[in-house]
Structure formats: C-alpha cells, structure tokens
C-alpha cells in the first residue's frame, strides 16, 4: 500500500481542521461550558443557602411567636389578675358603704326611738297631770277615777 500524497495531505489538513476546531470551537465552547457549570454550582448552592435561610427565618419566626403568644399569656393573666383586684377592691369598698349606711341607719333609729320615748314621757306626764288635777277635783270615788282616767287617756290619744 502505498501512501500516496493526497491522503498525506488530507492528513495534514484532518489535524488543521482538528487543531482550528479544538482552538476556537471546542475550547470557548468547553469554557463556555464550565462557566455555565460553574454558574448552575453557584446557583444551586445559593438555593441550597436560600433554603437554609428559609429554615433559620422559619424557625426564628417560630421562636418569636411563642414568645409572643407566652407573652400575650402573661398580659393576659396580669390582667385578669388586676380585674380579680379591682373587682374585690369594689366588693370591699361596698361591703364598707352598706356597713356605715347599715350603722348610719340604726343611730338614726335609736335617735327616732328616744324621740318617741320622750314625747310618750311627756304625754304621760301631761296625761297623769292632767288626770291628777281631775281627780283631785272630783270626789273621792274608786269606780268614779278609774273611769276618769280611761277617759282622759282614751281622749288624749284621740287627739294624738
């Protein structure tokens, strides 16, 4: 077999076409290529650190929540705890007000009963004045006094 010239010359241009393609082809293209690789590295590793992220916030947002809720708790139950108070600070104040109403009540009734008892003693008195002098008048009868005196106090209370 003979290697003639035309097939060293398709030879030589093979490895042309080779060199020239692997020099401005294939090499921007495989730089092309890992840049692009490198590029989808990159961007699955910011998603990676985006999930990551989104984790930490979750959690971070969780954390703050419940601080929130206990602290609500907390507002809560200072509140129900200063209504407990309030509301027996108004039971107390009551209790107070209808104590001195209920001992302002009964001085009023002593001071009412020993204005009666008074004006009884001095109906009495004017009645056994009273009876006295008519007795005195009139004769000294038993039956005759007993019915003057029902008489002079059924008159007064009558007038009364």
């Known amino acids: 077999m003979s290697i003639d010239l035309t097939f060293i010359g398709q030879i030589v241009v093979f490895l042309t076409l080779v060199y020239l393609m692997k020099k401005h082809l294939y090499g921007p293209m495989n730089d092309m290529m890992e840049a692009r690789s490198a590029k989808i590295a990159e961007g699955l590793a910011a ?3 985006g999930l990551e992220a989104k984790e930490i916030a979750k959690a971070e947002i969780e954390k703050q929540m419940a601080e929130a809720r206990a602290e609500a708790q907390r507002i809560l139950s200072k ?3 200063r209504s ?4 027996e600070e108004a039971i107390h104040k009551a ?3 209808a104590e001195q109403i209920v001992a302002s009540g009964k001085e009023e009734l002593t ?5 009666a008892r008074q ?3 001095k109906e009495v008195a004017n009645i056994a004045i009273t009876a006295a002098e008519q007795i005195v008048q009139a004769e000294l009868d038993a039956k005759r006094h007993t019915a003057l005196i029902e008489q002079i106090i059924e008159r007064e209370y009558s007038q009364a």
Not at 84 to 87: D, L, R, Y
Not at 111 to 115: D, G, T
Request: aromatic share 0%; charged share 45%.
């Open 111 to 115: 001071a009412e009963v020993e204005r």
């Open 79 to 81: 509140a129900e705890k």
């Open 84 to 87: 407990a108070e309030i509301n």
């Open 95 to 97: 209790r107070a007000n």
């Open 47 to 49: 998603a990676d650190a």
């Open 119 to 121: 004006a009884l003693r």
